[in-house]
């Protein structure tokens, strides 16, 4: 057999081996596809989501081609944001709500750090606005400044100008922080909508 024989079928059968590897890398990304809506509706649910994918092209080559990882990262962190506040002020304030929190803050703040996706770590950094309010407000007597509210919801807004929920969040904090004799607080009072950071109407924030 010549040696050019030798090349073609060695061409060949590399051919065939990545048209193998492509195959089985689109069987996983359609494995990875449905097992992230799978863990969405456990998540929303309540349950405790694995977004997980058994996959069998060699090298994880889907989960690096697709590169789920800020996508996984980002779904835990809000996960922990909604177990963290539940809206019962008995749990939110208490140890367990506490902790909770802290582990929350702790995710979202990594997602805003690593998250290639601007729009998602915008809504990480408003995640983590309104749980940096519940700090500043707890009747622990935290020692978070309300500032870091104000700055985690302007950081949302530079991340994506687009994010109108930390623009309405913005909004009311800072109708909620402004004295009464302010144009700010005299709004917020008379309960009327302040076309400044968020012309959004009152109370679609937080």
């Known amino acids: 057999m010549t040696v050019r024989r030798w090349l073609l079928l060695a061409a060949a059968g590399l051919c065939l081996a990545l048209a193998t590897i492509a195959a089985l890398a689109a069987r996983d990304a359609g494995a990875w596809g449905?097992?992230?809506?799978a863990g969405d509706v456990a998540a929303s649910a309540g349950g405790d989501p694995t977004w997980a994918a058994d996959e069998i092209a060699p090298?994880?080559?889907?989960?690096?081609?697709?590169?789920?990882?800020d996508d996984l990262a980002f779904?835990?962190?809000?996960?922990?944001?909604?177990?963290?506040?539940t809206g019962i002020p008995?749990?939110?304030?208490?140890?367990?709500?506490?902790?909770?929190?802290v582990e929350a803050e702790a995710e979202l703040a990594r997602a805003i750090r690593n998250d290639g996706s601007g729009r998602r770590a915008s809504v990480a950094a408003n995640l983590l606005g309104v749980l940096s309010v519940l700090d500043a407000t707890s009747p622990?007597?935290?020692?978070?400044?309300?500032?870091?509210?104000?700055?985690?919801?302007?950081d949302a807004i530079h991340l994506d100008p687009a994010?109108?929920?930390?623009?309405?969040?913005?909004?009311?904090l800072y109708q909620l922080t402004?004295?009464?004799?302010?144009?700010r607080g005299s709004v917020f009072r008379q309960g009327r909508s302040h076309a400044g950071a968020s012309a959004s109407s009152p109370g679609h924030g937080y």
């Open 163 to 172: 994010n109108e929920e930390a623009k309405t969040n913005l909004e009311l």
């Open 59 to 69: 090298f994880g080559l889907a989960h690096r081609l697709l590169g789920v990882d």
């Open 90 to 101: 008995s749990f939110d304030n208490g140890l367990q709500g506490t902790a909770l929190r």
């Open 178 to 183: 402004s004295p009464p004799n302010t144009p």
């Open 75 to 85: 779904r835990r962190a809000v996960v922990l944001f909604h177990r963290a506040r």
């Open 140 to 154: 622990a007597g935290s020692q978070t400044p309300i500032e870091r509210s104000i700055f985690e919801f302007q």
């Open 34 to 37: 449905s097992s992230l809506r």
